[in-house]
């Protein structure tokens, strides 16, 4: 009896099996026909473009420099007598800050004084003796020209004179004084580092796809990490006309006068646009290829369709596309890894 028993089970158990197998059986074959069905096409997600608002606004970095700033030379040799300004000395332009020895220079100016004067007089006898024609032409032209040379002689001498005091040639603050008392200088030996801070500006090198949202004329903000919460305004000055060797346009901003403004301050730079702007925007990862051979794939009639765009400027997580798109296009986000031009779709979610 117990050998009949273990014998239907054994039967059951085996016929379970061959159920089991049956039934993984249909299930397989059916699963490879679910496949072999969706294989001919691939489940894409899409995005449906439209123009929107873009704020054109962007920022650029530079650092504030004195309006104007320079080291100037003595205009004639000499030693250094006397120094009249010192580092921090604030001057008006036409003070004096240092003066050369003059003695030589004094003499040199009273001889062709005296010898300008001479042949000023022999000039006027001169004439007064060609009229009466007691003196020819010649002489008397002979006369005049020895007169201007002395002339101009005079001319040099006095303009070395007056040059032994130097002078500062623009307002602004001694920065740096770079000669002593007693040195021996030369022409177009530096002197002194003026620097005029009453008026700051600021250069940032814009790129090209930005220089253009520029003029001038244009109002700006700037602010800086060292002086926060403070907003500072100024103006546009001047917009390069040649790109430096990053391809950079060197914009000049002319900054408003703030007693918190100073030489040398790190600022950021706002350049705000006032008028509204649209343009197509995409999600970036629908983007394909590189920046210089960018493509987007477009669903259409249930394939998908390759297409050329030309990038613009990022906002965010999306980029605005310049050209190769148009209002309305339904764009792949989703499954671009698994398909080609020409490839079959079935999109089952559209953004």
């Not at 032994?164 to 040639?169: I, M, T």
Request: charged share 25%; aromatic share 4%; proline share 2%.
């Amino acid at each position: 009896m117990k050998k009949i028993i273990g014998i239907i089970i054994a039967a059951l158990v085996v016929g379970g099996m061959v159920l089991l197998l049956v039934g993984n059986r249909k299930k397989a074959q059916e699963q490879t026909s679910s496949v072999a069905a969706a294989g001919s096409t691939e489940v894409v997600t899409t995005y449906r473009v439209s123009r929107e608002l873009c704020d054109r606004s962007f920022s650029s970095n530079g650092v504030a420099a004195a309006n104007s700033e320079l080291n100037f030379v003595s205009e004639v040799s000499g030693r250094v007598v006397a120094i009249y300004v010192d580092k921090g000395s604030r001057v008006a332009k036409g003070t004096p800050v240092l003066k050369i020895d003059s003695e030589l220079l004094e003499a040199d100016y009273k001889a062709t004084l005296a010898s300008y004067e001479s042949l000023k007089k022999d000039e006027e006898r001169f004439t007064r003796s060609y009229e009466a024609g007691g003196v020819t032409s010649q002489q008397l032209d002979n006369i005049r020209t020895q007169l201007v040379a002395a002339e101009s002689r005079l001319t040099v001498s006095k303009w070395k004179l007056d040059n032994a005091v130097v002078k500062a040639p623009i307002a602004g603050t001694i920065n740096n004084r770079l000669v002593e008392v007693g040195a021996l200088i030369a022409p177009n030996v530096p002197l002194f580092e003026i620097v005029d801070g009453s008026r700051i500006k600021v250069i940032c090198n814009v790129p090209e796809s930005k220089v253009r949202l520029i003029t001038n004329g244009q109002k700006v903000v700037a602010t800086s990490g060292d002086a926060a919460g403070k907003v500072f305004t100024g103006t546009v000055k001047s917009i390069g006309v040649k790109t430096d060797r990053g391809l950079n346009y060197p914009v000049e901003v002319q900054l408003d006068r703030n007693p918190d403004l100073h030489v040398g301050m790190y600022l950021k730079v706002n350049f705000e646009t006032t008028q509204e702007q649209t343009g197509i925007l995409i999600p970036r990862k629908a983007v394909v290829g590189s920046v210089l051979a960018a493509n987007v794939y477009v669903a259409k009639d249930g394939k998908a369709q390759r297409r050329e765009v030309t990038l613009g400027e990022m906002y965010g997580d999306k980029i605005e596309i310049v050209s190769g798109l148009e209002d309305g296009d339904e764009i792949i986000l989703a499954g671009l890894m698994n398909i080609s031009d020409g490839t079959s779709i079935n999109v089952v979610k559209a953004e």
